[in-house]
């Protein structure tokens, strides 16, 4: 069995990645390693990428063939990593300088290739990754508002909550007081 890559849309977190390890391994594929958006895997000759396709779709996954597509998932992920490299204080570069470094392209380029499979643009979800992770960071509870602001380098806390309640239809402290309902704590 020869060793390939597969590229997964919608692969988002650390669920997923469980999701994905356990249906290949369920099929009988061996998983060498996995992460975000790829799988490197050896596949018995009797499975197809059709059937592994038939075990992700119900999570909302699929398998990726397509080189412009495979392109766009690329994206999503340096995406993420520029996230992280905010929170961690080792970048202060743009987002399109970063992605066009990163992926060795013309940033105009990818950015319409982006919204061609997408219908959204680069910075549109780029928006909704970082609220994604400050909902995160406001249900994990360590950091309060003006440090998760000035972690994901928005320029102050007024900002951030308002790009948040545009996107979710609440403020921050609304999103952290529902979860700690959902969770049964009370102050």
Not at 19 to 37: A, N, Q, T, Y
Not at 43 to 64: H, M, Q, V
Not at 162 to 168: E, H, I, L, P, R
Request: charged fraction near 30%; include cysteine.
């Amino acid at each position: 069995m020869e060793t390939v890559l597969l590229h997964i849309k919608n692969m988002v977190c650390p669920r997923c990645i469980y999701i994905v390890e356990k249906e290949l391994r369920d099929l009988g594929i061996s998983v060498h390693h996995i992460e975000l958006r790829l799988a490197s895997v050896s596949i018995p000759a009797n499975i197809s990428f059709e059937d592994i396709d038939e075990r992700l779709t119900p999570y909302g996954l699929k398998l990726i063939k397509d080189k412009d597509e495979i392109q766009v998932e690329n994206i999503k992920k340096k995406i993420d990593e520029y996230i992280l490299s905010l929170e961690s204080k080792k970048i202060n570069i743009r987002l399109s300088a970063f992605i066009g470094g990163e992926m060795r392209q013309n940033y105009y380029k990818l950015s319409k290739l982006f919204s061609f499979f997408e219908s959204m643009s680069i910075d549109r979800y780029y928006i909704d990754r970082k609220i994604e992770r400050i909902k995160e960071l406001l249900e994990d509870d360590e950091l309060n508002i003006s440090e998760i602001a000035q972690s994901l380098g928005y320029s102050s806390v007024h900002y951030l909550s308002n790009q948040f309640k545009n996107v979710t239809g609440i403020t921050p402290t609304e999103h952290k007081n529902i979860f700690k309902t959902k969770l049964g704590c009370h102050d």
